[in-house]
């Protein structure tokens, strides 16, 4: 059976992305999605929906190939303000590293992602709106994500057999 979506009404678009970021909270993505679908529909050009739905796909990252990472960048380019295309390339870079993290990819083949996620917020700091610390604030984390995930690699490897005259001191 085929079915015809409706299409939502644009004075009804404030309050379905109020609803669509109540979802998102209550960590129900797919249901945010449908809902920022809907107001696109309506005004395909909506910043706030663009942006709401950008980070609804990235909140679905798991790690996995089906992970719609090239779907979230294409979203978040189609926002108008050069800053906030950077950015949010900076979270979807970021998220797509810390969930193939989580599922289990080794720090190596991931630390790409990171890396470039870092420029992405380097370059938006430099057109961040003044008392906007978002930037720098991602790229701690980016940097903090790197130096534990090095750390921890560091620490499950085998020590490195003494060379001679390297015995540590009695």
Not at 7 to 35: H, Q
Request: charged share 35%.
């Amino acid at each position: 059976m085929e079915t015809n979506l409706k299409k939502i009404r644009r004075e009804g678009i404030p309050k379905a992305i109020s609803k669509a970021e109540t979802y998102r909270y209550l960590n129900e993505p797919d249901e945010a999605e449908s809902i920022l679908r809907d107001v696109l529909a309506a005004d395909p050009e909506n910043q706030e929906a663009l942006r709401l739905l950008g980070l609804t796909l990235t909140d679905q990252f798991t790690g996995a190939d089906a992970d719609r990472a090239a779907e979230a960048e294409r979203v978040f380019q189609g926002l108008v303000d050069p800053y906030g295309r950077l950015y949010y390339g900076g979270i979807v870079r970021e998220r797509r590293g810390k969930a193939l993290l989580r599922a289990g990819r080794p720090l190596h083949s991931v630390r790409p992602l990171f890396e470039e996620a870092m420029r992405c917020f380097e370059e938006a700091e430099r057109s961040s709106p003044e008392g906007n610390e978002d930037a720098k604030l991602r790229w701690n984390r980016c940097a903090r994500l790197l130096g534990e995930a090095g750390g921890a690699a560091r620490a499950t490897r085998e020590p490195e057999p003494f060379e001679t005259g390297d015995a540590p001191p009695i």
